[in-house]
Every structure is written in C-alpha cells, then in structure tokens.
C-alpha cells in the first residue's frame, strides 16, 4: 500500500536514493544530487515542504515547495517555488506524481498562497500536463525560455587600461548598483538574499568608482549537477574541444556520469558593459584557477544582455519558467509575463 505523507529528516537516505533514479529530462539530461542532506538546498531558499510517496518502507516519489523571496517590479514578495517533482522507474506508468501533487495542493491551500513559479528542462514534455489544471492544480503560464549559459573558463590573462579588477567585502559597497540594476526587472531573485559561505563579490571600477559587479557562489555543498545526457551535437563539440585539450589543457571538459564542478553568476550589475565584459572575461580566469568546469548564469530569452555573453565560448541549456496566480489572476500577473525576468539558478 503506498502512503503519501509529510518528510523529515529521517527520510534523508531514502530521498538521496530516489535522486539518484530521477534525472531531469530533457535536451540535456542532468541529475541533481543532495548529499549529504537532501533537506539543505531547499532550506538556503526558504521555509519548505517536502512530500513523499512510500511503499513497504521505501521512498518512491516525492515533491517539494518553498517559499522564496524574490522582487517584481522592484517590490518585494514571497511566491511558493515547486520542485522536486521525482517519481521510481517502476512507477512512472502510475497516477502517482497526480497524488503527489493532489497531495501538496491540499496542504497549501490552507495557507495564503498567491504566486506559485516553477522550471521545467526543456524538452521535458511528459511535465507538461501537470501545467494544464491536472488533479485541482491551478493552469499555469509560461512566463518564457531561460537560456541557462555554462561559460568555459579561460587561462588566458586579459588586460585593461582603464578597468581595475577588486573584491568587494561589504555588500553594502554595491547594493544601490544592483537595486537600480534590478528596478528594470519583472520579476527577479532577490539580490539581498546573501548566503552566508561559498560567496564572493567583484567589481569593475575605474576612476569614477564601481562601474560593474558580480556576486559569484560555489552551491556544490547542497547540490551537484551530474551529466547524464547530451544532445548529439554537442558530444561532437566536446569530442574535438578533448582533442584541443589533449594538446594543451585550456579547459576542464565535463564526461557523462561524473559531477560538473560550477561556479554561478547569482547576481550581477553595471553602469557599463565593457567594465561587465572585462569583469567576467576576469571571472571566467578566476574559475580556471580554481579548477571549475563552468561558470553558470541564467538569462531570460528576451533579456538583451544576453548579447554580452555572446562571445565567450559556452554550452547552453534551456529551462522553461512557469507561473499561476491563486489570488492574483493572469491578467494581474501580465508585469511579469509581459516583461523580462532573471532567475538565480545556483540552486535551482
């Protein structure tokens, strides 16, 4: 008999296991792992919930909710983020991930929940019912395509005549930088969400002061992408950047079934671009000696910035954002779909 009920942390082993049979497809197939604590990543974001399907003891399915802090249109607000959505090989051909979801809806519509915002792998179409009102969910809609940009980093020192590189100890330092950044944003993580290890600020400054900045975080302590798939097209990439990298290492090349070691972008802004080029060409030397794999950052697809990563060779990975209002309608959430986001993805 399968039970579905509330987690806690004695579930710890038998989520972590679950994990490891889930990987999230798509174009890409990636598998999110939580060890040590599946609990801690969830716990970074907010206050959460995690349900789970169980069968003779053993963990089958599960699915998870937290609220976040994020700013739409500059004003602060808590919208629930769903996740987690992991259902056994052996069950897939069931109406279990329904009574999951049943399940987790019931608990929150005792609470006062408004927004409700998720992020689906592109290519991932066997999710997409669950967006079209399934089992007393909310219709949701698509508030647009994240290109998720991993940036090879370089060994090669770049140089500039005007911009001097520094790291900035007080976030205060260049909080109004990135408030005015962020003000020309729908909807947006929450820059003043601040982690309190594994995170480092830099800046582009001239003699005028600071003219672009970056908040950079390693998040591998709670979450661990492994690749587990990828595209035809991109296996060849990687095949002849092996054969560059035989000659002379320029770059740590992920492989399949091994961890990709990532440096996020959680935050960044500027009053220049070139100062941002030359502060991320810095980034990306920055994660070469530290032995990353990637530098990880989310656009939105109509953002324009995404042009200033053009350049910088790159893999690319694309999930879908979507959004439902319980006490706000469409048309009341037409500021977000009708503008440009930005998602911090180091820990989604």
Sequence with gaps: MV????????????????????????????????????????????????????????????????????????????????????????YRKTRLAYRLIKFIWQEYEKIDVDIIFCTVSYG?????????????????????????????????????SK???MEIENFQDIKQLYSKFYSSYSFCSDYNNIPEKNIRH??????????????????????????????????????????????YKFWRLPKLNNCIELLSVKSFAFTEEEAFKFLMKKVRNIAFDEDYMFILIGLHEKDMRLKLFKKFPKFVYKSIGFVAGIKTNSDGLHEIFDGISFYDYSLH
Excluded at 12 to 18: M, Q, S, T, V
Excluded at 229 to 235: G, K, R, V, W
């Design 3 to 90: 039970i579905i009920r509330k987690a806690n942390q004695g579930d710890n082993e038998g989520l972590l296991r679950l994990t490891e049979l889930t990987p999230m497809l798509g174009e890409i197939g990636i598998r999110i792992d939580r060890k040590p604590d599946f609990f801690k990543l969830l716990n970074l974001l907010g206050n959460s919930i995690v349900i789970i399907a169980e069968e003779n003891g053993e963990i089958i399915g599960c699915v998870s909710a937290v609220d976040e802090g994020v700013l739409i249109k500059g004003k602060h607000r808590t919208i629930t983020y769903l996740g987690d959505l992991k259902i056994h090989p052996d």
């Design 124 to 160: 991932n179409d066997k999710i997409m019912p669950f967006f079209s009102g399934k089992a007393g969910f909310p219709i949701f809609e698509i508030a647009g395509i994240f290109h998720v940009l991993q940036i090879l980093p370089s060994r090669f020192k770049y140089k500039s």
């Design 163 to 165: 911009y001097k590189i």
């Design 202 to 247: 830099f800046a582009a400054t001239d003699n005028e002061g600071i003219k672009a900045a970056v908040t950079l975080y390693d998040s591998q302590f709670a979450r661990q992408n492994v690749l587990i798939h990828i595209p035809l097209i991109m296996n060849i990439s990687l095949f002849a950047l092996r054969f560059i990298n035989s000659i």
